[in-house]
């Protein structure tokens, strides 16, 4: 059976090692789902597939074992998923649109985690609507507090949720657990004056670690949302690296906004011989340079009266050059 592998791979399965045999790929922003997508995933893998469903490191799932031939099957089978996921493309009917934007990632949220600052799963599945689909190979992942449970320092975008810690000094009675949890686990932002607990403004990252550990809530969570923004940490062959901080104190709006900017960014700049009309975007920026990449990126990006914007941006990582050295 011939098969045209872009168009296979555009629509969300893989060329995998076996001649003749398959793997979709499905897409679950947030990494969130109702648990009746599950026997709907268990479906496809039993009657298409060898009954083997990965679940993969972008917290999506990879159902293996499927034949060329019944790739419409799958895809028709497919269709209450992707509408039960609410996936973000008219065109149910056919499988996925495009695979190159991989699925958002994200660590489980506030729904469950006390550090988590805010819900990352309606952050993920608002981000994933407004840039899926889309061809180019972007990688977004939100995590809900400075731990990075959910590596986004990883990711093309890295998203960390932060607060602006609230203290209700009538409610403090001064027994020092946000002091000694902020210098245990964190930054040693807090010190006491008159019995009164001091955050210092230019060292506190916003975590929110002093929330949790408070007796009498006196420390609360602001109620605006405030997210870190790092860009360009990424893993591979060459230069593998962390992402670093390109926008402090910013908001969703934002960061939506500078993702889309990308895209205009990479469909200029990509190199046109690129295998697959794939290029990491930080090999971009690093081929183009910071300051062209700045400029594309905030263009018409109004950043809020908190955000600090970092006007130079420096990577570092592990260089290959041998074996022998990294």
Same mark, same amino acid.
């Given at each position: 059976?011939?098969?045209?592998?872009?168009?296979?791979?555009? =629509?969300?399965?893989?060329?995998?090692? #076996?001649?003749?045999?398959?793997?979709?790929?499905?897409?679950?922003?947030?990494?969130?789902?109702?648990?009746?997508?599950?026997?709907?995933?268990?479906?496809?893998?039993?009657?298409?597939?060898?009954?083997?469903? *990965?679940?993969? %490191?972008?917290? +999506?799932?990879?159902?293996?074992?499927? $034949?060329?031939?019944?790739?419409?099957?799958?895809?028709?089978?497919?269709?209450?998923?992707?509408?039960?996921?609410?996936?973000?493309?008219?065109?149910?009917? =056919?499988?996925? /649109?495009? $695979?190159?934007?991989?699925?958002? %990632?994200?660590?489980?949220? =506030?729904?469950?985690?006390?550090?988590?600052?805010?819900?990352?799963?309606?952050?993920?599945?608002?981000?994933?609507?407004?840039?899926?689909?889309?061809?180019? *190979?972007?990688?977004?992942?939100?995590?809900?507090? $400075?731990?990075?449970?959910?590596?986004?320092?990883?990711?093309?975008?890295?998203?960390?949720?932060?607060?602006?810690?609230?203290?209700?000094?009538?409610?403090?009675?001064?027994?020092?657990?946000? !002091?000694?949890?902020?210098?245990?686990? %964190?930054?040693?932002?807090?010190?006491? &004056?008159?019995?009164?607990?001091?955050?210092?403004?230019?060292?506190?990252?916003?975590?929110?670690?002093?929330?949790?550990?408070?007796?009498?809530?006196?420390?609360?969570?602001?109620? &605006?949302?405030?997210?870190?923004?790092?860009?360009?940490?990424?893993?591979?062959?060459?230069?593998?690296?962390?992402?670093?901080?390109?926008?402090?104190?910013?908001?969703?709006?934002?960061?939506?906004?500078?993702?889309?900017?990308?895209?205009?960014? #990479?469909?200029?700049?990509?190199?046109?011989?690129?295998?697959?009309?794939?290029? *990491? !975007?930080?090999?971009?920026?690093?081929?183009? +340079?910071? /300051?062209?990449?700045?400029?594309?990126?905030?263009?018409?990006? /109004?950043?809020?009266?908190?955000?600090?914007?970092?006007?130079?941006?420096?990577? $570092?990582?592990?260089?290959?050059? %041998?074996?022998?050295?990294?």
């Amino acid at each position: 059976m011939d098969i045209n592998t872009k168009k296979l791979k555009k =629509n969300a399965f893989r060329v995998t090692k #076996v001649r003749g045999v398959t793997a979709a790929r499905i897409r679950v922003p947030g990494g969130d789902l109702q648990a009746e997508i599950l026997g709907m995933v268990q479906e496809i893998a039993e009657k298409y597939g060898n009954g083997i469903v *990965h679940l993969t %490191s972008r917290q +999506g799932f990879e159902i293996e074992g499927i $034949s060329f031939e019944d790739m419409d099957a799958v895809n028709a089978l497919l269709k209450p998923i992707i509408e039960g996921l609410e996936i973000n493309q008219v065109d149910t009917e =056919n499988g996925y /649109e495009a $695979s190159g934007t991989r699925n958002i %990632s994200a660590c489980v949220g =506030n729904k469950v985690c006390p550090f988590a600052n805010f819900n990352t799963t309606d952050v993920a599945k608002r981000i994933d609507k407004a840039i899926f689909p889309n061809d180019l *190979h972007f990688k977004v992942g939100i995590t809900g507090c $400075s731990n990075d449970c959910a590596k986004a320092r990883t990711q093309d975008f890295g998203i960390i949720g932060m607060t602006e810690p609230q203290y209700e000094a009538d409610r403090c009675i001064s027994c020092g657990a946000c !002091i000694k949890a902020c210098k245990k686990l %964190s930054v040693g932002a807090l010190s006491f &004056e008159n019995y009164k607990v001091v955050r210092n403004t230019e060292k506190c990252v916003g975590c929110g670690v002093c929330i949790t550990k408070c007796p009498t809530r006196a420390w609360t969570r602001s109620k &605006e949302r405030y997210y870190k923004l790092a860009i360009m940490g990424r893993t591979g062959k060459k230069n593998p690296r962390l992402a670093e901080d390109f926008l402090i104190w910013t908001d969703e709006e934002t960061i939506t906004k500078i993702i889309l900017n990308t895209y205009k960014f #990479v469909e200029k700049y990509i190199d046109p011989n690129a295998p697959g009309r794939k290029e *990491h !975007i930080g090999y971009i920026i690093d081929r183009v +340079g910071f /300051e062209e990449y700045k400029k594309w990126a905030l263009d018409g990006v /109004e950043l809020g009266p908190k955000t600090i914007k970092k006007d130079c941006v420096y990577w $570092s990582g592990i260089n290959f050059n %041998s074996i022998n050295n990294g």
